[in-house]
């Protein structure tokens, strides 16, 4: 709990407030100066008054704050803005933006691109691990640079809050470009051998089997090393050799073999808590911290739930006209809801857009949220949880006794 000298030194500091016109619900963001130089402190108040989000972020975060809060509705209901740049700052960002135009990579010969939004990207040779594309899928505006980015050859590290779609964002670029994809889960499980390759006998031949990473390197495939804030530190250190634009990977139990990537090779990773999101590292029990030197060797994209128009969004685009846009909002809320649940610790685990999908289907066929609630929501968590979800369902649908 704050004193109230504390508030009242964050009140006089305060730049601006945002509230959601219709949703009393949805309680206020409050945006003021941190006492640590150029970065702001976002709050959220419930409409009790009673703050459940109170973190410190820098200047693009908190611009990202602020689109995020216009598309979900909330609107400034009080003046003040962020400090204005220095006279030097505005003629950075006015060179920077009347500049020579980004150089266009050549994404392809004729007939063998595709776009995606505005991006053109190269298409890949098929086969059977391209991913399955998903019609209904939703390329938010957050996909732009990550796009930009594959074409450039990046090393993408996505984190993010489990079931945020950072996996499935990946796939879906790959299955729109045909572009065959391979998964490393870093469960614990996952040895340097499954990696990187081990020898092994077979028919009386010792034989030399690839590990995955280069696997992909030698036949052009993408690779996405899941949870790799769970990987074991040999295998970490096997990563980084790659991670530089054209690494090449040393595989000493082969002789000092080197493995050189073939030009559609791509290496992405996804974290739960990892920089940004290591406030977050007590709900993911076996994290590792990754160390500066790691990170920087990847562009690191912060990759949030999408909002609830999005996800609104995508419902509809999923099932067509068997929901309406009324249903859809409403579920869309139902997430969000959970989801913020989860951030707070008041549930065990997070409501991913596949789970809404799954419970949307259920429903639509027994057409009773309830009945369909049993199999997709309740038996996946504890009764606890389920007692939650359930109460927020009531809130917004009602459940018939």
């Known amino acids: 709990m704050k004193s109230t000298a504390e508030n009242t030194a964050q009140d006089q500091n305060l730049l601006g407030a945002y509230r959601h016109p219709t949703d009393r619900s949805a309680g206020q963001w409050a945006v003021s100066r941190s006492d640590r130089p150029q970065l702001y402190r976002i709050e959220h108040r419930l409409a009790g008054g009673e703050v459940h989000i109170d973190t410190v972020v820098d200047l693009d975060n908190l611009k990202s704050k602020l689109r995020k809060w216009r598309r979900e509705g909330f609107v400034r209901h009080d003046a003040g803005a962020p400090d204005k740049p220095s006279a030097n700052g505005s003629a950075f960002l006015r060179d920077l933006r009347e500049g020579p135009p980004h150089a266009q990579h050549d994404a392809g010969k004729p007939g063998r691109t595709a776009a995606i939004g505005q991006v053109v990207m190269p298409l890949g040779a098929g086969g059977p691990l391209v991913p399955e594309e998903n019609p209904a899928y939703l390329f938010a505006a957050r996909s732009d640079d990550i796009l930009r980015d594959v074409v450039e050859n990046r090393r993408l590290l996505l984190i993010g809050h489990t079931g945020t779609g950072k996996t499935s964002l990946i796939e879906q670029i790959a299955a729109h470009t045909h572009q065959g994809v391979l998964r490393s889960n870093m469960n614990g499980q996952t040895t340097v051998g499954d990696f990187v390759g081990f020898w092994t006998v077979k028919g009386g031949e010792t034989i030399w089997i690839d590990g995955v990473l280069p696997t992909a390197m030698r036949e052009g495939l993408w690779l996405i090393v899941d949870e790799v804030d769970f990987a074991e530190p040999a295998i970490l250190a096997v990563l980084t050799a790659v991670l530089e ?157």
């Not at 869309?332 to 707070?344: G, L």
């Open 245 to 401: 634009p054209g690494g090449r990977l040393l595989l000493k139990e082969k002789g000092n073999e080197i493995v050189a990537p073939h030009p559609s090779f791509r290496l992405f990773a996804t974290a739960n808590a990892v920089g940004s999101m290591g406030q977050y590292r007590h709900l993911y029990q076996g994290a590792n911290v990754m160390n500066e030197a790691f990170l920087d060797r990847w562009r690191v994209y912060r990759i949030d739930y999408l909002s609830r128009e999005d996800e609104a969004q995508v419902l509809r685009r999923t099932f067509g006209p068997r929901i309406s846009e009324a249903m859809a909002r409403t579920l869309a809320s139902i997430a969000a809801e959970c989801r913020e649940a989860f951030m707070r610790e008041d549930l065990a685990g997070a409501f991913s857009t596949r789970r809404l999908l799954d419970w949307t289907a259920l429903m639509l066929r027994t057409k009773d949220p309830e009945t369909a609630a049993g199999p997709t929501i309740y038996s996946k968590v504890s009764a606890e949880d389920a007692r939650l979800i359930r109460s927020i369902i009531e809130h917004h649908i009602g459940v018939e006794e």
